[in-house]
């Protein structure tokens, strides 16, 4: 049951050892539900699923925690650019997030928290760090924390503490203490949202909340947390301030981070015209196309979201899903059939090794080599066990298990139906019959013109989208 991470604490891999035996308490910060969600989080949502899967598929006792902020700056900005109630905003963000995580075949948490739920907690994380000198009110009621007292700040992102401090910009009236100081707890403005609080009306700071809630959910201490790329620096590195000196012990034992997506080798973002939302890029591709994608660069490298990629990963797909045509109604193997075969234990030793999932495809894409030829030698039993096996494996990864032939006709809304596409091949074997082959050869190279692909066999004429 040992596997391997990459630790970004240590920033080297290890051998995982969990706090209680068998179990792991996993807590990953989820989105901001301001606005749709995009690409970027799309990369989280699959890789830490896929990490679930695995996890669980080795018999792992896996307590999968992924937060909802609820209640920001961004939030209340766009409420009121909209003229709404914040939580009519949240709340129709939050089933856009959940619509979007079913598409790409992502299983929902088992907990799901959401910061506005958590405000005794909060508040009551925020007093012992003002108990414990950690922590001060000032002058206009915001709370803050003292960086200069947390002795090992920096220690995730290996920055500095006294360049970060020679590098603040102090603001014109500013009542913090120390400029890298950060906010706790907001004094509310007027006709903002608030609660009640020893400091006054106000509202949480956006680190605290991870704190409260990861302490909630998965205790003082836990065995992982993950993230995005962009969040070792300022936000893990503050939730581990907070955590240590209110709960008086390490926070996290693990730190795992998801490598960036680029769009064409930029930065995304909407000043460059470059950012695409799920539902922006599900409606041209596949959902298990764009899941493919995710999955096949190994959870920390950076991924490029490219037209090439993501044909790339549709023709991944087709060669698994045309190795499976003839196997349609083959049932996937179970992870105990699967032990002590080849494939599968190069798949688990890859997945062992910091979940390499680019070296676990390449292992199923080995067994796909096996299962053609099996299949051409017309060696139907071992063909047929060998497709059972590639389903199974699949399933860890959330793949392969929808129909072959419904997969490769499937396209996105534009092109030609797969109603005219059978109209076209049945006008075309009528050609050869009548032995009319200038008609026939029409029929192929006007599908060929419209990415339609034809195959055919002594069983007769199949096709899917090229």
């Known amino acids: 049951m040992s596997f391997t991470l990459y630790n970004t604490l240590t920033r080297k891999k290890e051998i995982f050892k969990p706090i209680h035996e068998g179990k792991v308490n996993m807590y990953v910060c989820g989105m901001t539900v301001y606005d749709y969600c995009h690409i970027g989080h799309a990369r989280v949502l699959v890789s830490f699923d896929v990490i679930t899967r695995y996890l669980r598929s080795q018999g792992w006792d896996v307590n999968y925690v992924r937060n909802i902020t609820d209640i920001d700056d961004k939030i209340l900005n766009r409420a009121n650019e909209n003229g709404e109630v914040y939580t009519d905003l949240t709340d129709r963000f939050i089933t856009a997030m959940h619509e979007d995580q079913e598409q790409l075949g992502v299983l929902p948490p088992d907990q799901e928290p959401r910061a506005t739920s958590h405000i005794d907690g909060i508040i009551e994380m925020v007093q012992t760090l003002v108990d414990k000198g950690f922590a001060y009110e000032a002058s206009n009621g915001d709370v803050y924390y003292r960086v200069d007292k947390f002795e090992g700040y920096g220690k995730l992102s290996g920055k500095n503490p006294e360049e970060l401090k020679a590098g603040a910009r102090i603001e014109v009236g500013d009542v913090k203490e120390d400029p890298r100081d950060f906010a706790l707890w907001k004094s509310a403005k007027e ?219 499937a396209g996105s809304g534009d092109e030609i139906s797969a109603e005219d596409v059978e109209a076209l091949i049945a006008e075309r074997i009528q050609a050869k019959a009548d032995k009319n082959w200038g008609r026939a050869d029409e029929i192929r190279d006007q599908l060929v013109e419209q990415g339609v692909v034809l195959e055919d066999s002594p069983q007769g004429t199949t096709w899917r989208r090229g």
């Open 191 to 409: 006709g903002e949202v608030s609660w009640d609080s020893p400091w006054g009306d106000g509202r949480p700071g956006w680190h605290i909340e991870c704190s409260a809630m990861s302490k909630s959910c998965c205790g003082s201490n836990f065995d992982i947390h993950g993230g995005g790329p962009d969040l070792p620096f300022p936000h893990h590195e503050n939730e581990i301030a907070q955590s240590e000196a209110a709960n008086g012990c390490a926070y996290v034992n693990y730190w795992m981070h998801a490598g960036a997506v680029r769009v064409d080798g930029e930065k995304m973002s909407k000043s460059l015209g470059n950012f695409f939302t799920i539902r922006d890029v599900l409606e041209k591709y596949q959902p298990e196309v764009v899941r493919y994608l995710l999955i096949s660069r190994h959870y920390r490298s950076p991924i490029n979201y490219a037209e090439d990629n993501l044909i790339e990963a549709k023709a991944g797909l087709e060669r698994f899903y045309q190795s499976l045509r003839e196997y349609g109604e083959v049932e996937a193997w179970t992870v105990d059939a699967l032990k002590g075969t080849h494939f599968y234990e190069r798949f688990v030793a890859a997945m062992n090794d910091d979940f390499n999932t680019s070296e676990a495809l390449a292992a199923m894409f080995d067994l796909v080599r096996t299962l053609n030829t099996a299949t051409k030698e017309g060696d139907i039993e071992q063909a047929t066990e060998l497709a059972g096996q590639l389903k199974g494996i699949g399933a860890i990864f959330g793949i392969l298990q929808g129909d072959a032939e419904a997969f490769l006709k």
